[in-house]
């Protein structure tokens, strides 16, 4: 009797903690509209730290265009003084530094993203591609011959 007792109230609690634990449909519903509500919040964030990043990164890589510019006008100024042929040679290797940079320049400003996937392979690539170029620009050398 005791036994029968005993389990009778074990069942009856086992099954009291499964009736107060389950949650009802309303409950479940607005925990439902609950996550998704975070989920749009936590999405719009990251939608706003991506155009940050993206409006950043363009700001930083125009200023360094900017700077390559400059550099490729003084490299100009520089080759005024040079014999013909070395002149010649000089003008085209600035030249294809001028084209290069123009290029990263409208690369840039043609650049549109729908997903920060895209952005961040256009962002390795571009930033490759400028550390070349700045390299390139760097080692340029215009000897210092002012002989025609």
Known sequence: MKKS???SLVS???ASSVLFSCSTPSEKMEQAEENVEDSKKELKEEKAAYKEDMKE???NAEMRISENE???AEFN???KNQKADAKKDYEQKIADLNQKNTDMKMRLADFKSDNQSNWETFKTD???EMDELGNSISNFNVKDDKKN
């Open 5 to 7: 007792i005993t389990m």
């Open 12 to 14: 009856m609690m086992m």
């Open 57 to 59: 990164y363009r700001k």
């Open 70 to 72: 400059k550099n490729i």
């Open 77 to 79: 100024q520089r080759i």
């Open 126 to 128: 571009f930033n490759r």
